[in-house]
């Protein structure tokens, strides 16, 4: 059973990424601010989710939290400041928007860029552990394969309509056959032969 909260003194936003380990595509991330007596039957992780779960419940996030924002970082500025950045930028972004500044931060993984003054707590498994983090990973996971279905139209032989930007074996053959898109992120760098990529 996920908790409501981390402590119970100040406003909680909790923030989660979506496409840290894709080839192509932004990196997105949410903040999400849920009423205190916050509770779900459903809600977990995103990727303990169908896709279908996922959407419905986006819906009935956006309804029902105090506040919520996505963040975006692209390609390219994934390239020039690395993911790891790339990755608390959009985590800052989606801070940025919330209309509700938070004075408490619960963040997804084991690292994170200090946001303004706010304190913050990071969390390994976090997405699994409190709902605030899980809804943020369902809005940045949802609207990233929203991003990647769109742009899977202008390039449809990278099957991002599938993968969304990951680096399955077709979507790393396709690259070396016929070389990156302008959404590609060159210095992720891939071979057919490994299933690994380096950064």
Known sequence: MLLARYQHKFI????DEAGRGCLAGPV???????????DHGLL????QLTESVRYELRIEIEQRAIAHAVGIVDNI??????ILNASFLAMHRAIDKLHLKPQFLIIDGNRFNKYQSTP?????????KYFSIAAASVLAKTYRD???KQIAAEHPEYDW?????????KHRE?????GYTPYHRRTFRVTAAIDEIEV
């Open 77 to 82: 500025e994934i390239d020039e400041i690395n």
């Open 146 to 148: 929203d991003y990647m």
């Open 12 to 15: 909680e936003a909790g923030c």
């Open 120 to 128: 913050h707590e990071c969390i390994v498994e976090g997405d699994g």
């Open 174 to 178: 396709t690259i070396l056959k016929i």
């Open 28 to 38: 997105f991330a949410a903040a999400v601010i849920l009423p205190h007596d916050f």
């Open 44 to 47: 977990n992780d995103s990727k």
């Open 161 to 169: 309509h599938t993968n969304k930007g990951y680096p399955t074996l």
